[in-house]
């Protein structure tokens, strides 16, 4: 992949997340100063705090480099490791022929589980593939879009209308709680900007919607990063 120089924004590698034998819930995220791996590592620990996940989780850096994401290490890219407390507590069955589905601890794995989704559903970006339920209807002239993002800023948000209107431009967080209005009222056609207030918001995944009359809503997502 880096070969051909490949598009990787990040690498979330989870490996043993099943076996907890003390019943502690300690698990460990590997991260280095590497490309984005320390936000990335950041993201996983602000996740674990917004979704409440039970887990005593132990920041190592500089992470290890016996598993997966090392590669990417090596070539530049932003990784974590997110693994077991593999060290004081390892599966003693590791890599037998007992290691088995007995030996899990499921509530364990699946907390792991859920914080390493959590963390990559807020850091992604949706991509339209044509395939979704807005294939086939009309474009509207009407368009929205935002700089920088992800960001550890304020965001500008751009709102280009043919024609003027009156349109409320409002800020949402993950849960879809309205947290901000960056306006409501007439907007002239053409092309306007408003800041998006995220320095000092909590790290994840929000969203700007335009709406107005005659018009179809438009949303925009943005990404604060720790």
């Keep these: 992949m880096a070969a051909n120089d490949a ?5 979330i590698n989870m490996d043993a997340i099943a076996y907890d034998g003390d019943g502690d819930t300690k698990a460990r995220i590997h991260t280095r100063p590497v490309a984005n791996s320390i936000e990335l590592s950041d ?3 602000a996740m674990r705090d917004h979704y409440n996940i039970d887990l005593d989780l132990i920041l190592t850096n500089p992470g290890a480099t016996y598993s997966d994401h090392a590669s990417f290490w ?4 932003g990784a974590v490791l ?3 407390e593999f060290s004081a507590d390892g599966n003693p069955y590791y890599h037998t022929p007992d290691d088995r589905v007995q030996y899990f601890d499921v509530p364990y794995y699946e907390k792991l589980a859920k914080l390493s989704l959590a963390t990559l559903a807020t850091l992604a970006e949706p991509v339209n593939s044509g395939m979704g339920i807005d294939a086939g209807q009309e474009l509207h002239a009407e368009r929205m879009y935002a700089y920088p993002n992800p960001t550890t800023e304020n965001a500008t948000v751009w709102l280009e209308l043919p024609a003027g209107r009156r349109v409320r431009v409002s800020l949402f967080d993950a849960l879809g709680k309205e947290v901000a209005v960056m306006h409501e009222g ?7 900007a408003f800041v998006v207030p995220l320095a000092d918001g909590a790290p994840g995944g929000y969203v700007v919607r335009a709406v107005a009359e005659g018009m179809e809503p438009l949303s925009v997502r943005l990404v604060r990063l720790p």
Excluded at 74 to 77: A, F, I, L, S, V
Aim: hydrophobic share 40%.
């Design 7 to 11: 598009l990787i924004r990040g690498v």
């Design 82 to 84: 997110v693994i077991e």
């Design 43 to 45: 993201s996983v620990f």
């Design 74 to 77: 090596t070539e530049g890219y």
């Design 186 to 192: 007439a907007i002239p056609g053409g092309k306007s």
